[in-house]
C-alpha cells in the first residue's frame, strides 16, 4: 500500500504572545479528530535553547514531559489533552535542535565541503522535521512559537513558504491567529494590528488561507468582512475566537464557524466524516454547570507565573468536571509560608497539593504545608519534589529522624533522606540527564493507591534526579509510611501513602501528564474526591 503524505496545516501568530496559537491548534485537531482524521501536531520552538528542560519556568511556564522522555513546551500538554493519542519527541523542535543537528552533520562531513548556510541547508533541516513529525498521520498542524516578525523565526518560515510551493494547493494551509484588541476609550475594536501582522507574514512570502481572530468578545460581521478585505482572505475564512468560559469550548467555537467546512475544502479531505463533538459538548456542560466549590492549594515556589503549573491546573480541572464541582485554586508561594502564617494560610483551603520543583528555595515551606496536611487530616496530594517533602517530614516529625532532608538541599547532609540516583552521580551535564520519560511501577496490593487505579502496575512519567534513600525505607516503614508504590526491581520509591488518613499520597512521578478532559486521571480523580467528600461533611 502506496504512503499517503499528510496534508498539512502551518499555523502563525500575530500582533503579541500568548494569543492562544496552541489552544487554536490542538483545538484544530480535536475537531479534525472527531472527523476520523488521524492527527499529529509538531511545536516549533525558536528559540536557541536545545529544550526548555534548563529554562526558569518563570520565564517560559511547564516543563511537559512526552512518554519518550522528550523535555518539550507546555503546548505538547495542550496537544495531548486535546488530542486521543500521545505525542513524542518527534512533536517538537527549537532552532537549537535544529542548529545542532545542522553543526553535527557539517563536523561529519556530510554537506561535502559546501558553505553552510540557512538556505538551504536550515531549512532543509526543518523540513525534514516536519515530514518526520507527519509520519502515519492524515493530518499534521505546524505551530510556529513566537510572533511573526521575530527574528529568530525566519528560518521556520522560510521553511513553510518552500513547503506550501512544494506540496502545492490542496495540501498546505496557513492559519494566521491574531488579536483584535478592545480599545476603551473609544469604544471599538481595532483591526489595524491584525492588518499589520499579516503584512508582516506577506514579508516571508506567506499568504494566510485562514485568519482566526482572538478577542473578548465575537467580533462583529463587519469588521470579519473589513479584515478579509485588506488581508485578502475569504470572508468565510476569517473565523471568530473570543475568550470563553473554559478552553475545552475552543473546539466547539471552531465548529460553530465552520472551519472544518473550509478546512475539508482547502484540504480536499474527501474521505471524512461530519464532526462529532458531542463528548467536549459534555466536558463543557459539565464545567460551566458544577454543583459544588472546593478550594485546592496548590504549594509551589513558582506561583508568580501559574503556566508554571499548567498540567496541574487541568488535571485537577479534568477531575472536577467528573465530581461537577467547580475546583477553585489558591496558589500559596512556599517561599512565604512561615511558621507564623501557616494556620492562617492553609485553613481557608480544603485540600494541599505541594508542587514539583527544584532546588533549595521555599523546601521549609513546603514542609509546614505538609505537616499541616497530616496533623489536620487535611487530603494530600505531593508530586515529585512534593513527595519527597512528604517523606522528609514524616521522618523528622515521625519517624524519629531529626536531621533528615534531601541531598538536593543540603550536599553534606548527615541524614539524607532523599539522595541522589546512583545513576545520576557524576552527570554534570543538565540538560536532557535527569529520569525522564514514562516507566514502570508496582503497586502493593490493597493499597490505596491500587485502589485509585484499580490495578498492581501503572506507567507513569518521570522528571527527577533524587529518589528516597532506600537506608532509610526500614526506619519510614516502621514508623507507619506505606511504600505503596516501588519500580519493578524494588529499588526506587515510586509512591508513598499514609493509612490512617483520609487522603494522603505522594507520587515520584507526574501524574498530571497523562490527565485529559475526556479522561481525567485516577489519581487526581480520587483527590478531588476525597476533597469533595470532606467539604460536604
Given at each position: 500500500m502506496p504512503?499517503?503524505?499528510?496534508?498539512?496545516i502551518?499555523?502563525?501568530?500575530?500582533?503579541?504572545?500568548?494569543?492562544g496559537k496552541?489552544?487554536?491548534?490542538a483545538?484544530?485537531?480535536?475537531l479534525?479528530?472527531?472527523?476520523g482524521l488521524?492527527v499529529?501536531?509538531?511545536k516549533?520552538d525558536?528559540?536557541?535553547?536545545?529544550d526548555?528542560g534548563?529554562?526558569?519556568?518563570?520565564?517560559?511556564g511547564?516543563?511537559?514531559?512526552t512518554?519518550?522522555?522528550a523535555?518539550?513546551?507546555?503546548?505538547?500538554?495542550?496537544?495531548?489533552?486535546?488530542?486521543s493519542g500521545?505525542l513524542?519527541k518527534r512533536n517538537s523542535?527549537?532552532s537549537?535542535?535544529?542548529?545542532?543537528?545542522?553543526f553535527?552533520?557539517?563536523?561529519?562531513?556530510?554537506?561535502l565541503?559546501s558553505?553552510?548556510?540557512?538556505?538551504?541547508?536550515?531549512?532543509?533541516?526543518?523540513k525534514?522535521a516536519?515530514?518526520?513529525?507527519g509520519?502515519?498521520c492524515?493530518?499534521l498542524?505546524c505551530?510556529?512559537?513566537?510572533?511573526v516578525?521575530?527574528?529568530?523565526?525566519?528560518p521556520?518560515?522560510?521553511?513553510?513558504?518552500q513547503m506550501?510551493?512544494?506540496l502545492?494547493w490542496g495540501n498546505a494551509?496557513?492559519?494566521?491567529?491574531?488579536h483584535?484588541p478592545?480599545?476603551e476609550?473609544a469604544g471599538?475594536?481595532k483591526?489595524?494590528?491584525t492588518?499589520?501582522?499579516?503584512k508582516?507574514?506577506?514579508?516571508?512570502?506567506?499568504?494566510?488561507?485562514?485568519i482566526?481572530?482572538r478577542?473578548r468578545?465575537?467580533?462583529p460581521?463587519k469588521i470579519k468582512n473589513?479584515?478579509?478585505l485588506f488581508?485578502n482572505?475569504d470572508?468565510?475564512?476569517v473565523?471568530?475566537c473570543?475568550d470563553?468560559?473554559?478552553?475545552y469550548?475552543v473546539p466547539?467555537?471552531l465548529q460553530?464557524?465552520?472551519?472544518h467546512?473550509?478546512?475539508?475544502?482547502r484540504?480536499q479531505?474527501?474521505?471524512?466524516?461530519?464532526?462529532d463533538?458531542?463528548?467536549w459538548?459534555?466536558?463543557?456542560?459539565?464545567f460551566?454547570n458544577?454543583?459544588?466549590?472546593?478550594?485546592?492549594g496548590?504549594?509551589g515556589?513558582?506561583t508568580?507565573?501559574v503556566?508554571?503549573y499548567k498540567?496541574?491546573h487541568?488535571?485537577?480541572v479534568?477531575?472536577?468536571?467528573?465530581?461537577n464541582?467547580?475546583?477553585?485554586?489558591?496558589?500559596?508561594d512556599s517561599?512565604q509560608?512561615?511558621a507564623s502564617?501557616?494556620?492562617?494560610?492553609?485553613?481557608?483551603?480544603?485540600a494541599?497539593l505541594?508542587a514539583?520543583?527544584?532546588?533549595?528555595r521555599?523546601?521549609e515551606?513546603?514542609m509546614?504545608a505538609?505537616t499541616w496536611?497530616r496533623q489536620?487530616?487535611?487530603?494530600f496530594?505531593?508530586?515529585?519534589?512534593?513527595?519527597?517533602m512528604?517523606v522528609?517530614?514524616?521522618?523528622?516529625?515521625?519517624?524519629?529522624i531529626?536531621?533528615a532532608?534531601?541531598?538536593?538541599l543540603d550536599?553534606?547532609?548527615a541524614?539524607?533522606?532523599v539522595?541522589?540516583?546512583?545513576?545520576q552521580?557524576?552527570?554534570r551535564?543538565k540538560?536532557g540527564?535527569?529520569?525522564?520519560?514514562?516507566y514502570?511501577?508496582v503497586?502493593?496490593?490493597n493499597?490505596?493507591?491500587?485502589?485509585?487505579?484499580g490495578?498492581t502496575?501503572?506507567?507513569e512519567?518521570?522528571?527527577h534526579?533524587?529518589?528516597?534513600?532506600?537506608a532509610y525505607r526500614?526506619?519510614?516503614?516502621q514508623?507507619?509510611?506505606?511504600?505503596?508504590g516501588?519500580?519493578?526491581d524494588?529499588?526506587?520509591?515510586?509512591m508513598?501513602?499514609?493509612p490512617?488518613h483520609?487522603f494522603f499520597?505522594?507520587?515520584q512521578?507526574?501524574p498530571e501528564?497523562?490527565?485529559k478532559?475526556?479522561?481525567a486521571?485516577?489519581?487526581f480523580?480520587?483527590f478531588?474526591?476525597a476533597?469533595?467528600?470532606?467539604s460536604v461533611?
Open positions: 504512503h499517503v503524505k499528510p496534508k498539512i502551518f499555523v502563525s501568530g500575530g500582533v503579541l504572545s500568548s494569543v496552541g489552544i487554536v491548534s483545538s484544530m485537531g480535536a479534525c479528530e472527531s472527523m488521524r499529529s501536531i509538531l516549533m525558536p528559540y536557541l535553547n536545545v526548555p534548563t529554562m526558569n519556568p518563570f520565564q517560559h511547564e516543563v511537559f514531559v512518554h519518550d522522555g523535555e518539550t513546551d507546555l503546548d505538547l500538554g495542550h496537544y495531548e489533552r486535546f488530542l500521545r513524542s523542535t527549537t537549537g535542535q535544529i542548529y545542532q543537528r545542522v553535527e552533520r557539517e563536523r561529519q562531513g556530510d554537506y565541503g558553505t553552510v548556510q540557512v538556505i538551504p541547508h536550515v531549512t532543509d533541516t526543518i525534514q516536519i515530514h518526520a513529525a509520519e502515519g492524515d493530518l498542524i505551530e510556529v512559537g513566537g510572533t516578525g521575530d527574528i529568530e523565526s525566519q521556520f518560515m522560510e521553511a513553510i513558504r506550501r510551493q512544494q502545492g494551509l496557513s492559519v494566521h491567529v491574531s483584535v478592545y480599545i476609550s471599538e475594536l483591526t489595524k494590528p492588518q499589520h501582522s499579516v508582516e507574514l506577506l514579508t516571508s512570502g506567506i499568504q494566510p488561507d485562514v482566526v481572530l478577542a468578545q465575537p467580533v460581521q473589513k479584515i478579509a488581508c482572505v470572508q468565510k475564512a473565523i471568530n473570543p470563553v468560559p473554559t478552553v469550548q466547539l467555537q460553530k464557524e465552520n472551519l467546512t473550509l478546512l475539508v475544502q484540504l479531505l474527501t474521505t471524512c466524516n461530519p464532526p463533538l458531542s463528548p459538548q459534555d466536558v463543557v456542560k459539565r460551566c458544577p454543583k459544588h466549590e472546593v478550594c485546592v496548590v504549594v515556589k513558582y508568580g507565573l503556566e508554571s498540567s496541574i487541568e488535571a485537577l479534568h477531575a472536577g468536571i467528573v465530581h464541582v467547580r475546583v477553585r485554586f489558591c496558589y500559596i517561599d509560608l512561615l502564617n501557616v494556620q492562617t494560610v492553609l485553613q481557608q483551603v480544603d494541599v505541594v514539583p520543583g527544584f532546588g533549595e521555599g523546601a515551606g513546603k509546614r505538609v496536611a489536620q487530616k487535611v487530603p496530594l505531593g508530586i515529585c519534589l512534593g513527595m519527597q512528604a522528609i517530614e514524616f521522618a523528622r516529625n515521625v519517624a524519629n531529626p536531621q532532608t534531601s541531598a538536593e550536599p553534606d547532609a541524614q539524607p533522606v539522595h541522589l540516583m546512583p545513576l552521580r557524576g552527570v551535564k540538560g540527564t535527569m529520569r525522564l520519560g514514562s514502570p511501577c503497586l502493593q496490593p493499597s490505596l493507591a491500587a485502589q485509585v487505579y490495578k502496575e501503572i506507567h512519567r518521570h522528571r534526579r533524587y529518589e528516597v534513600n532506600n526500614q526506619q519510614l516503614q514508623a507507619g509510611l506505606v511504600l505503596c516501588l519500580s519493578p524494588e529499588q526506587l520509591v515510586e508513598v501513602e499514609l490512617q483520609p499520597i505522594g507520587c512521578f507526574h501528564f497523562l490527565s478532559p475526556l479522561a486521571h485516577p489519581l480523580n480520587a478531588v474526591g476533597v469533595c467528600k470532606k461533611q
